[in-house]
């Protein structure tokens, strides 16, 4: 699933083309996805300029003069700027010509993605927690939350109230550099490990968005080019391998139906 850099990485790179542009024209071929392309999405914004392109946690919001649209990339969505002639590929389901002759396609084989236009706000966006990459994000914020939690820490900085887009993937790699362990209960980690912690999920997320994010599957950032963080993981995905640090074998449990790969001796 593309995570908090993925959709930072697209971001970056569809921007500068929409940003501005008036929109020619919206093709839906296929309107049916997570939650259903707003029916007459083509008549609502042809003609419109897009004032704004930003990114909320997942969510990117292309706003308008009037209203706004909220793209989700779903579990396998990516979006390219394409030549206008270029050949519609399959599981290509909309595309957006812009009036400078941008052309921006959305591609989704398990459809689990969105395209949503609201007049104004997105009920999509209410109670999300703060941006990691904000300074409304720090250790001292996740110790507060943590004092009444039984849950462990990985689900408990992966959930959207507590602060968002920190998915599997980076919330693995912070918990190895911060040394703890994915399922230790929330409500027993200190203050100090916190404020460690936040560090290092800021550092991992810049880090991810400096090599344009995480290859796993399919993901390709808005020029069709994979993400090479992939590389520099050192527990998501290596379960049974040795730890880069210690060369312990690395350990790989279930939490909250999501698999969790650690260092028995470098975390606790």
């Known amino acids: 699933m593309p995570e908090l850099p993925e959709v930072e990485t697209t971001l970056r790179g569809i921007e500068p083309s929409l940003r501005g542009q008036h929109i020619n024209q ?15 999405l083509q008549a609502i914004v042809q003609g419109q300029q897009v004032i704004s392109v930003f990114r ?7 706003k308008l003069e009037q209203g706004s649209m909220l793209i989700h990339l779903g579990m396998s ?3 390219r700027l394409v030549a206008l002639e270029a050949e519609w590929r399959k599981h290509d389901h909309i595309e957006m010509q812009m009036s400078n002759g941008a052309v921006l396609r959305y591609h989704d084989p398990r459809r689990f993605g969105c395209w949503l236009w609201a007049e ?5 966006l209410a109670r999300l927690g703060p941006e990691p990459l904000s300074s409304n994000f720090d250790g001292d914020r ?10 462990a820490v990985k689900p408990f900085i992966m959930d959207n109230n507590t602060v968002v887009g920190v998915g599997n993937i980076y919330a693995s790699e912070a918990l190895f550099r911060s040394g703890i362990r994915p399922d230790r209960a929330a409500r027993r980690i200190s203050r100090q490990r916190y404020l460690v912690l936040a560090d290092h999920i800021k550092d991992v997320l810049a880090a991810a968005i ?3 994010g995480t290859t796993l599957r399919d993901f390709v950032n808005g020029n069709g080019e994979p993400g090479y963080f992939q590389q520099t993981l050192s527990v998501y995905g290596r379960g049974g391998q040795e730890c880069d640090v210690c060369q ?21």
């Open 248 to 268: 312990t074998a690395l350990k790989e449990i279930r939490l909250g139906q999501r698999s969790s790969v650690y260092c028995p001796s470098c975390q606790r």
């Open 210 to 212: 400096k090599q344009g």
């Open 56 to 62: 909320r946690a997942k969510y990117l919001i292309v």
């Open 142 to 151: 996740l110790f507060q939350l943590s004092r009444n939690r039984k849950m």
């Open 120 to 124: 104004s706000e997105h009920s999509q």
């Open 77 to 79: 969505g990516s979006l």
């Open 26 to 40: 919206v093709t839906v071929r296929q309107p049916s996805l997570r939650w259903p392309v707003t029916e007459n």
